[in-house]
Nanobody, 125 residues
Framework: QVPLVESGGGLVQAGGSLRLSCAAS????????MAWFRQAPGKEREFVAA????????YYADSVKGRFTISRDNVKNTMYLQMNSLKPEDTAVYYC??????????????????WGQGTQVTVSS
């Protein structure tokens, strides 16, 4: 079964907002840290934001600071990404990721063992 499931993607005009959700289950349940990555067509997957589950510490890529907010619901074991002031360059497939054990490289794909299938975000100009 899919350990992480993303939802909330869609089409929005520049300046608009979307909220993405990522529900964890199975082996991805109770992750030490969870994160969002994104991948645009023809480009490499890049880090967006991360959150350490127990402390709530957050980390952001420079490109989204001040516009995106990552959060979590401990009871539902769900992670969220609130995206405001969206730009066309934010267009990508957004993936959630998790790791049950400690790792220092929050922005490194290799630090995460569990991945969702992705949800498409398209921002039109």
């Amino acid at each position: 079964q899919v350990p992480l499931v993303e939802s909330g993607g869609g089409l929005v005009q520049a300046g608009g907002s979307l909220r993405l959700s990522c529900a964890a289950s199975g082996r991805a349940f109770s992750s030490y840290r969870m994160a969002w990555f994104r991948q645009a067509p023809g480009k490499e997957r890049e880090f967006v934001a991360a959150i350490t589950w127990s402390t709530g510490n957050t980390y952001y890529a420079d490109s989204v600071k001040g516009r995106f907010t990552i959060s979590r619901d401990n009871v539902k074991n769900t992670m969220y990404l609130q995206m405001n002031s969206l730009k066309p360059e934010d267009t990508a497939v957004y993936y959630c990721a998790g790791n049950r054990v400690y790792s220092s490289g929050y922005g490194n794909m290799a630090s995460y063992n569990y991945w969702g299938q992705g949800t498409q975000v398209t921002v039109s100009s």
